[in-house]
């Protein structure tokens, strides 16, 4: 039997020595046969690009197999000679059906089971599994389903009114793209997507219904892998606040949608690079980008022109505005980074929390009532400024003053 999968070799004599092993896995053939001469003798062949011969390991020098992840399509095999640590990633189901057959082999229980003889196994490296594909009609779509084994999916243009839930199950899927479709909703699950890093979702129509459901976008396992986001052209009227939690996120595209604001929170994003949100209606940004390490920031065509202005009253009130006490403790909570979660505190609370605005000064503010506009040179502030022609880049920015240092 022969397993398509990764596999990462840890020799544990480099460990011993302390020898760094610069791990990686490799896109490997794991082989199981028998010994053509000696009865009851089993092996393992494992191929790689890098290892076209072959390295053979006795079934019976297996030390130890770990099969804690086996649900996630990982596995162990530890060899007592050689000393190697086989790390196996791949398809679950494949990788189930290979250990089951290699406990027979360990067990001595293979009478049902047909093996091949070693020497008529014959495995390249070159035998891949499917990893990209590209949709561009709709009779492109496999009978079988999409491949589990994809990392990169292209469905592009083909006027997708519904988001195809067999897109859940690929667990090792790295890419998206499903632009310039008519896709109106995004199913929750899709939070929970394991490995996706980039998803391009331009050109849809996630904005055309009044109330949006992002819980698709805050899955536990989304917000911790996403680097790139792209929702130009969605007709998207507003950002949620908790786009913030996001923070493995580097680009984030928002061009030719309705929006007339960004969330307060936006700038709590740390990794934020790349930055575009041309064709918006947007006369303010948030002083929470002003602590954003933005490289790129492209805010043509919206309404900047627009005269904000911060009445005098308003100025005042925000003199004399003292937060309360669920404000003064809250800001404490979030500058000391306290954990909090709603098995601790009431649900309610959570959210003041997580949608907590930012200080020019970079300190947290729970306060979003008292702010003032305030104008800024946006090339001073970031590297490249794609900005209208013929106007200078001062824009103004809704700014949030904390208690401790900032406010004037
Ligand atoms: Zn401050």
Same mark, same amino acid.
């Given at each position: 039997?022969?397993?398509?999968?990764?596999?990462?070799?840890?020799?544990?004599?480099?460990?011993?020595?302390?020898?760094?092993?610069?791990?990686?896995?490799?896109?490997?053939?794991?082989?199981?046969?028998?010994?053509?001469?000696?009865?009851?003798?089993?092996?393992?062949?494992?191929?790689?690009?890098?290892?076209?011969?072959?390295?053979?390991?006795?079934?019976?020098?297996?030390?130890?197999?770990?099969?804690?992840?086996?649900?996630?399509?990982?596995?162990?095999?530890?060899?007592?000679?050689?000393?190697?640590?086989?790390?196996?990633?791949?398809?679950?189901?494949?990788?189930?059906?290979?250990?089951?057959?290699?406990?027979?082999?360990?067990?001595?229980?293979?009478?049902?089971?047909?093996?091949?003889?070693?020497?008529?196994?014959?495995?390249?490296?070159?035998?891949?599994?499917?990893?990209?594909?590209?949709?561009?009609?709709?009779?492109?779509?496999?009978?079988?389903?999409?491949?589990?084994?994809?990392?990169?999916?292209?469905?592009?243009?083909?006027?997708?009114?519904?988001?195809?839930?067999?897109?859940?199950?690929?667990?090792?899927?790295?890419?998206?793209?499903?632009?310039?479709?008519?896709?109106?909703?995004?199913?929750?699950?899709?939070?929970?997507?394991?490995?996706?890093?980039?998803?391009?979702?331009?050109?849809?129509?996630?904005?055309?219904?009044?109330?949006?459901?992002?819980?698709?976008?805050?899955?536990?396992?989304?917000?911790?892998? !996403? *680097? +790139?986001? %792209?929702?130009?052209? $969605?007709? &998207?009227?507003?950002?949620?606040?908790? /786009?913030?939690? #996001?923070?493995? =996120?580097?680009? !984030? *595209? +928002?061009? %030719?949608?309705?929006? $007339?604001? &960004?969330?307060?929170?936006?700038?709590? /994003?740390?990794? #934020?690079?790349? =930055?575009?949100?041309? *064709?918006?209606?947007?006369?303010?940004?948030?002083?929470?980008?002003?602590?954003?390490?933005?490289?790129?920031?492209?805010?043509?065509?919206?309404?900047?022109?627009?005269?904000?202005?911060?009445?005098?009253?308003?100025?005042?009130?925000?003199?004399?505005?003292?937060?309360?006490?669920?404000?003064?403790?809250?800001?404490?909570?979030?500058?000391?980074?306290?954990?909090?979660?709603?098995?601790?505190?009431?649900?309610?609370?959570?959210?003041?929390?997580?949608?907590?605005?930012?200080?020019?000064?970079?300190?947290?503010?729970?306060?979003?009532?008292?702010?003032?506009?305030?104008?800024?040179?946006?090339?001073?502030?970031?590297?490249?400024?794609?900005?209208?022609?013929?106007?200078?880049?001062?824009?103004?920015?809704?700014?949030?003053?904390?208690?401790?240092?900032?406010?004037?």
């Amino acid at each position: 039997m022969k397993l398509i999968c990764q596999i990462f070799i840890i020799n544990r004599l480099h460990s011993n020595l302390n020898i760094r092993c610069n791990g990686k896995y490799l896109k490997s053939t794991l082989a199981l046969g028998q010994d053509p001469i000696v009865k009851n003798e089993y092996f393992l062949i494992h191929f790689s690009s890098v290892n076209k011969t072959g390295t053979k390991y006795r079934v019976k020098n297996i030390k130890q197999v770990f099969v804690k992840y086996l649900s996630e399509g990982k596995a162990t095999l530890r060899f007592e000679e050689p000393p190697h640590d086989l790390c196996i990633k791949g398809e679950t189901i494949q990788l189930k059906c290979f250990m089951r057959l290699l406990k027979s082999c360990v067990s001595g229980d293979t009478k049902e089971r047909h093996l091949p003889n070693l020497s008529n196994i014959s495995v390249t490296a070159k035998e891949s599994v499917p990893t990209k594909l590209i949709i561009n009609d709709r009779s492109e779509f496999p009978s079988k389903g999409l491949p589990r084994t994809l990392e990169t999916l292209h469905i592009v243009g083909l006027k997708l009114c519904n988001f195809r839930r067999e897109i859940l199950l690929l667990k090792h899927l790295v890419v998206l793209d499903l632009s310039n479709n008519e896709i109106e909703t995004i199913p929750a699950e899709f939070g929970r997507m394991p490995s996706l890093c980039e998803l391009h979702l331009a050109n849809n129509k996630l904005g055309v219904n009044e109330k949006i459901d992002w819980r698709w976008l805050f899955g536990p396992q989304l917000i911790k892998m !996403l *680097k +790139l986001l %792209d929702l130009s052209g $969605n007709n &998207l009227k507003y950002l949620p606040k908790c /786009i913030w939690k #996001l923070q493995k =996120l580097i680009t !984030l *595209k +928002l061009d %030719d949608n309705m929006l $007339n604001q &960004l969330p307060a929170t936006l700038g709590r /994003i740390n990794s #934020l690079r790349y =930055l575009t949100i041309s *064709k918006n209606m947007l006369s303010s940004l948030p002083c929470s980008l002003l602590q954003c390490h933005l490289e790129y920031i492209d805010l043509s065509s919206n309404n900047f022109h627009h005269n904000n202005i911060t009445s005098q009253l308003q100025r005042n009130l925000y003199k004399y505005y003292v937060g309360s006490l669920v404000h003064l403790s809250s800001e404490i909570v979030l500058r000391n980074k306290f954990f909090y979660a709603s098995n601790l505190i009431p649900w309610t609370l959570v959210q003041f929390l997580d949608d907590a605005n930012m200080c020019v000064c970079g300190a947290p503010v729970v306060n979003n009532k008292f702010y003032v506009n305030n104008k800024f040179e946006l090339k001073d502030l970031f590297r490249v400024v794609v900005f209208d022609n013929n106007r200078n880049s001062t824009v103004d920015f809704k700014c949030y003053y904390c208690y401790k240092c900032c406010r004037r």
